[in-house]
T-cell receptor, first 112, second 114 residues
Framework: AQSVTQLDSQVPVFEEAPVELRCNYS??????LFWYVQYPNQGLQLLLKYLSGSTLVKGINGFEAEFNKSQTSFHLRKPSVHISDTAEYFC??????????FGRGTQLTVWP | NAGVTQTPKFQVLKTGQSMTLQCAQD?????MSWYRQDPGMGLRLIHYSVGAGITDQGEVPNGYNVSRSTTEDFPLRLLSAAPSQTSVYFCASSYSQGMAGEQFFGPGTRLTVL
């Protein structure tokens, strides 16, 4: 079965510190991976995606993620966070049939 | 473009009542879907549609009906509301099924069933 595991439900960090949000996926032949962000009381917005090609993917707002096939991971990173990055982040896996399977989410809280 | 719009934003129902959550998109997207979001559960797919006249079930379809008579609209019907359907509902769309991962989400409908 397709599955995505987000290893941390909550990640608190101080402003300007680096952050890593962890995501692991179940192994398969074709892998399409995404990170979405949800700001309070809003819908989800696509941060970045990996469909094929370069394993380092850059997204919006200074975020990047690295696809690691041997570790079956797709961790999200940012070198210096801002208070405005406080949000819930979802890792998701797409299938060739077009469906999305979401992880349970990681709440990132940035403190001043 | 308005993108994906959902109405209403908030709704309170009594157990057994029925209602329709509306979803519309103006991007001429083929693929549309409905998710529910519950605390600690992420988003779970209820139903989806790959084009007008074509719908299919997702992970949690029980208690919900959908239809897709036009490309733009994809309403979600609750036939007989239950407290277990208290949730936040999101509609999403993408250009085609093959690109379904790049989905555009609406702002959500927060539903409470008493």
């Amino acid at each position: 079965a397709q599955s995505v595991t987000q290893l941390d439900s909550q990640v608190p960090v101080f402003e300007e510190a680096p952050v890593e949000l962890r995501c692991n996926y179940s192994s398969s032949v074709s892998v399409y991976l995404f990170w979405y962000v949800q700001y309070p009381n809003q819908g989800l917005q696509l941060l970045l995606k990996y469909l094929s090609g370069s394993t380092l993917v850059k997204g919006i707002n200074g975020f990047e993620a690295e696809f690691n096939k041997s570790q079956t991971s797709f961790h999200l990173r940012k070198p210096s966070v801002h208070i405005s990055d406080t949000a819930e982040y979802f890792c998701a896996r797409g299938s060739t049939l077009g469906r999305l399977y979401f992880g349970r989410g990681t709440q990132l809280t940035v403190w001043p | 473009n308005a993108g994906v719009t959902q109405t209403p934003k908030f709704q309170v129902l009594k157990t057994g009542q029925s209602m329709t959550l509306q979803c519309a998109q103006d991007m001429n997207h083929e693929y549309m879907s409905w998710y529910r979001q519950d605390p600690g559960m992420g988003l779970r797919l209820i139903h989806y549609s790959v084009g007008a006249g074509i719908t299919d079930q997702g992970e949690v379809p029980n208690g919900y009906n959908v239809s897709r008579s036009t490309t733009e609209d994809f309403p979600l019907r609750l036939l007989s509301a239950a407290p277990s359907q208290t949730s936040v509902y999101f509609c999403a769309s993408s250009y085609s099924q093959g690109m379904a991962g790049e989905q555009f989400f609406g702002p959500g409908t927060r539903l409470t069933v008493l």
